[in-house]
């Protein structure tokens, strides 16, 4: 079995009663899902001025996403394919208006009235055929024009995706700029497996200094917040293994095994409480050759 | 589903040209008490299809909103208010969405609309 949920059954089925009811219960699912939304308005990057706006949720399920929108005054409107979810949302009382529709048909949205949208791990279904009359790129330009046509002028759409290879990823983006979107990935925390989150930042409009891509987070040796980032954000520097480069410098890494490093161990081997040789100034010395 | 909502929607079916604004029919109206935010009825009024608004808000009972609505009128504290209920307090609970053009109905179940399409609408 695998377990990308998008390989096992078409949206409005996989998202049924059960699985709805753990966008309730689980802890764990509703702060990743929290997290996410956090950073996909921030991404939004809506004008400071403390105006509410209009926004869109594309994929809102149990409206775990709408409540960080309303949290921060917005007005929302959520579309989602799946009834199960949209009740779940309904128990949890969410603010925002919800619309049961799919994004592949196209939104049935005016032409330029939303401020801004959002998704959060949704825009990777369009890739799936799941019914005969579904073709993935009629779907996926469907899905962008409509969204290009209902944003106003200069309005950003963060999509967070989790496309299953390179080809779905260069699929998903290069239809959005076919329909008009400039834009481009940002990546947060690239090194690590699990906490690996990309963002679609996808602006109205020309390109412009404005809508240039901003950065991902992480992306310079600063680690995650939170317990996984503990093993593989450590090793920035890629390591390449040492038979794969010549012979001069490898000898050369051997040598940097320096003062330092030989300090730093007889400091370690003290705090066991062996003997070791107080430090002097010969203390990691090179022997003369005639030795 | 809010009449903010609904002065967004439009229908999306194959081949229609105007799909805007859609009708309504009403089996159940709630109203819920939301918060009076100024700025954002400032930001959204020149969004709003005023006269989808109106109409829309008469089926629905409310029939206070004047004919036609500019900008200068945002100033009054009274039109102001009235705007806001009719936007976002009042609620189509049952009742279903109608194409203005095909007359295809989309229903409305527990205030949610159902605008899935069949295969020959896409």
Redesign the interface.
Known sequence: MTSRPELQAPPEIFYNDDEARKYTSSSRIIEIQAKLSERALELLALPND?????LLDIGCGSGLSGETLTEN?H?W?GLD?SQSM??VA?EREVEG??????MG??????T????GAISISAVQWLCNAD?S?HEPRIRLK?FFG?LYR?L?RGARAVLQVYPENLAQRELILSFAMRAGFSGGVVVDFPHSTKSRKEYLVLTCGPPSLSSAAPRGKGEDGESCSDEDSSGDEDNQSVCVSDRHRPRKKQKLNKKMKGREWVLRKKEQRRRKGTAVPADTKYTARKRKARF | MRLLTHNMLSSNIKGVTNGFPLLIEVEKVVEKQVDFNEDFLRNMFPKIEWKALVEASRTMGYTELPENAESSMLDSDEFLRKFHHALIELHLEEGALVCPETGRKFPVNKGIPNMLLHEDEV
Do not use: E
Request: net charge negative; charged share 25%.
């Open positions: 403390g105006v509410h706006r209009l005054g007005q409107i394919i949209l009740d309904l208006d919800l619309v049961l529709g799919d048909q196209g939104l049935d949205l005016r330029g009235v939303i401020d019914k009359s469907a409509s209902s106003a």
